[in-house]
């Protein structure tokens, strides 16, 4: 993957993250609040991993 597409899908999951975590705060969400903060923080670690990812796959390619 290009670096623009891999910092687009890590800006779409911290945007997904903070949005379930604003629900949370604002009461929008009632019932599933333990599995709305599941999904909030695994989209912060699925970000993460992806940008990660790419910097170990950019190396590597670089090496070569």
Do not use: D, P, W
Request: net charge positive; aromatic share 8%.
């Amino acid at each position: 993957m290009t670096k623009e597409k891999v910092e687009i899908i890590s800006t779409v999951l911290m945007t997904i993250g903070v949005l379930l975590l604003l629900a949370m705060a604002f009461e929008l969400v009632t019932q599933y609040e333990r599995l709305v903060v599941f999904l909030a923080v695994a989209c912060f670690l699925i970000a993460g991993m992806v940008h990660s990812i790419n910097k170990i796959k950019e190396k590597y390619n670089n090496k070569q």
